[in-house]
């Protein structure tokens, strides 16, 4: 294929302009002795302006990826770019953070080359972002659209091997801010990046910058984050900064035991209760045992979630524990322990009523609550004594 006469045109004014162009293995200098081309696999020196054009028209990925990040997208160093570039596993173009650190973050796979990446994005290439799929394509031949240039198509991970045709298509990234509201039963989502984003939706043909502000909607400020730390500038806040900064009914929050803090960040900064992994700890210097999870954008902070709730885990954990005595059979005993877990994790609308034999089954429940508990709903317990 054939690099476009324009876009070759505009590659030469660059060069002219600012005396070397280079993106992505392609290099263009001007030299006293002529022009000097590069690839990874060819380079050639000496070359006359004629010769140079003629040169570069048999590299029409290289030209043409030049225009698309230098020309349609720009913003060198900014979340957006370095985003649109992970989205088609591009080099990250990161100067702050060293080759080591970036290469070991969890969201960074091997870079493909421009070849390798025109390949794939002619059939379309995949990433996923918390629970959703992108797909970074290259926009069929138009009059109106330079070659190169490159559309964005977004659903959730589960419509992803799905038919286009049974979605509901939406091409306004404001859309997906109604979208993220509510869970597939129609309950509201406090928490944006939990794990229960509803499906049956797509986003396509948006642009590069269309996109960013799509995720956005969905994750907020996920994107922004996930750019600061991998230059190595997120500034994180840990659990005793931020409890300590609290004022009014959350003044307490400082009380809350550190193994209060653990069991806190066990029950709601998990994977399986939101998508963002936790980089904050107790402390600068005092981690928490619990691992922060795996997920592509980091949390720096407790979320507005967590602080609410500790406020109620300290309260309840300022009460003096007792001791009290009540009759169970040994099923009824490990009964208690599954409705506890059932609704821990969730499960309780996946239990059918004819399946007696899990213990947080309804009918179960209601059983067990007709034996043991009296007329006015309390356990039937004799508190035997209080505790120093």
């Known amino acids: 294929m054939t690099a476009p006469p324009a876009s070759v045109a505009a590659l030469l004014e660059a060069v002219d302009d600012d005396g070397a162009v280079a993106v992505d293995g392609l290099r263009v200098g001007r030299a006293a002795d002529g022009y000097a081309l590069e690839t990874p696999d060819e380079e050639w020196t000496g070359l006359a302006a004629d010769d140079l054009a003629d040169a570069l028209e048999p590299l029409s990925d290289y030209v043409t990826n030049w225009r698309y990040w230098e020309r349609s997208v720009g913003g060198e160093g900014t979340a957006r770019r370095a985003f649109l570039r992970w989205c088609e596993r591009a080099p990250l173009e990161l100067e702050e953070a060293g080759d080591e650190e970036t290469a070991a973050h969890p969201s960074v796979d091997d870079p493909l080359s421009v070849p390798e990446r025109y390949d794939a994005l ?63 039963d129609g309950r509201y989502r406090p928490l944006k990046t939990a794990p229960t984003l509803p499906s049956g939706w797509a986003f396509t043909g948006l642009s590069g910058e269309e996109l960013v502000e799509t995720v956005e909607f969905f994750y907020p400020a996920t994107v922004a984050n996930w750019h600061r730390e991998l230059r190595g500038t997120l500034d994180v806040d840990h659990w005793t900064e931020t409890a300590e900064r609290q004022t009014g009914i959350y003044d307490v929050l ?68 007792r001791t009290y005595e009540l009759e169970l059979t040994a099923s009824e005993y490990n009964q208690l322990a599954e409705l506890i877990d059932a609704v821990a994790e969730g499960r309780t609308d996946e239990i059918r009523e004819a399946d007696v034999n899990d213990g947080a089954n309804r009918y179960r429940a209601r059983y067990l609550r007709a034996k043991r508990f009296d007329e006015e709903g309390n356990l039937e317990a004799r508190r035997i004594d209080d505790r120093d």
């Open 254 to 321: 400082d009380e809350l035991p550190r193994e209060g803090v653990e069991w806190m960040a066990e029950a709601c900064c998990v994977d399986s209760q939101c998508l963002r992994r936790r980089e904050w700890e107790f402390d600068e210097d005092d981690a928490l045992d619990v691992d922060g999870g795996d997920g592509p954008f980091p949390c720096r902070e407790p979320c507005s979630l967590v602080v609410a709730a500790a406020r109620k885990w300290t309260i309840l954990e300022s009460e003096q524990e």
């Open 122 to 184: 002619r059939d379309g290439l995949d990433r996923e972002w918390g629970q959703l799929c992108l797909t970074a394509r290259l926009v069929d031949d138009a009059d109106d659209d330079p070659a190169g240039e490159r559309v964005y198509d977004l659903w959730h991970v589960d419509d992803a091997d799905g038919d286009l045709a049974d979605l509901e298509v939406y091409d306004d990234p404001r859309d997906a801010r109604e979208i993220a509201t509510y869970d597939e």
